[in-house]
């Protein structure tokens, strides 16, 4: 937690967790208690029945069941989320 208070020291706003951060419930109530925007992008199984206090938790296991086989799609579909979320812009947008 001593990382989530050093880069809040330096005026960060967002922090994207990736590869970690579905089980840490502690550090993204921390990360909350700072005014840390928190995006977890992960693919592990749960711990708890609750999701961390994140601004935006992306995961496969998390999934509708016909999703939870593609693992891969994680990632990179997190990150283009999490940057057009920071705009409020649709992360796909629309051709019509």
Do not use: N
């Amino acid at each position: 937690m001593h990382a989530l208070d050093k880069l809040k020291e330096q005026g960060v706003g967002l922090v994207i967790a990736v590869d970690c951060g579905v089980r840490a419930h502690r550090e993204a109530q921390h990360a909350h208690s700072l005014g840390l925007d928190l995006i977890l992008i992960d693919h592990h199984e749960l711990e708890a029945d609750s999701l961390p206090d994140a601004f935006a938790v992306i995961d496969p296991k998390i999934a509708p069941t016909s999703l939870r086989t593609w693992p891969a799609w994680g990632w990179p579909f997190g990150w283009r989320s999490a940057c057009c979320a920071r705009r409020a812009q649709p992360a796909y947008p629309s051709t019509a």
